[in-house]
């Protein structure tokens, strides 16, 4: 079975804290994709970054960085000093190469950034 | 301007209304879908056209009816629905399956009265 775990359903912090996102993953498939996504109030999903199973190298992109271990079937997101514009909902999402067309997403993290 | 544009951006519609949503991309990707958001629920997947033909329909009610008439449109065709259809829509497409991102639309606000 493929599954994703978000299990911070909402994290409220004060603007300039670091905030790390929770994310688990299942799967049996030895290739797959992960993919962190943000949601805006306005609506559309926006995609952060694609993470493929052979590479677990930690990526940074500003102040956004993505810890991913396959130890522990995690792939975890962190905003440094976080900003009011960083308040939106994120989705972390699992693609195995299984044969389907499918993302599994997980619930999503309300995120709150307070000014 | 994310690259798939959605109309209408909000809909109200009563039980017996016919309806439809429209996705757009002009991005050259070959696969697109069709999302429902609801609150406090998990994004569902609801049907999947790829290079033009349907290769995912994830036993989603009659009463959507999806149709990709070319790779660069989608539309889902709303008739007789619930109150319970009230959702967020959402349109993606990719360029390939599985591996590579996908570019949402920002979404068609749907209620049903």
């Known amino acids: 079975a493929q599954k994703v775990t978000q299990a911070q359903t909402e994290i409220s912090v004060v603007e300039k804290e670091d905030v790390t996102l929770d994310c688990v993953y299942e799967?049996?498939?030895?290739?797959?994709?992960l993919f962190w996504y943000k949601q805006p109030p306005s609506g559309e999903l926006v995609f952060l970054i694609r993470?493929?199973?052979?590479?677990?190298q930690n990526e940074i992109s500003g102040r956004y960085s993505w810890n991913f271990q396959k130890s522990t079937s995690s792939f975890n997101f962190t905003i440094t000093a976080s900003q009011v514009v960083d308040s939106a909902v994120y989705f972390c999402?699992?693609?195995?190469?299984?044969?389907?067309?499918?993302?599994?997403f997980g619930t999503g993290t309300r995120l709150k950034v307070l000014a | 301007e994310t690259g798939v544009t959605q109309t209408p951006r909000h809909l109200v519609m009563g039980m017996t209304n016919k309806k439809s949503l429209k996705c757009e991309q002009h991005l050259g990707h070959n696969a697109m879908y069709w999302y429902k958001q609801s609150a406090k629920k998990p994004l569902e997947l609801m049907f999947v056209y790829s290079l033009e033909e349907r290769v995912e329909n994830n036993s989603v009610p009659s009463r959507f009816s999806p149709e990709c008439p070319n790779s660069s449109h989608l539309f889902l065709h709303l008739h007789t629905l619930q109150p319970e259809d009230s959702a967020l829509y959402l349109c993606?497409?990719?360029?390939?399956?599985?591996?590579?991102?996908?570019?949402f639309g920002s979404g068609t606000r749907l209620t049903v009265v």
């Open positions: 993606a497409s990719s360029q390939e399956r599985n591996g590579y991102g996908y570019t």
């Open positions: 999402a699992l693609s195995a190469t299984s044969g389907t067309y499918k993302y599994i």
């Open positions: 799967t049996r498939d030895t290739t797959y994709y």
């Open positions: 993470r493929n199973s052979f590479d677990e």
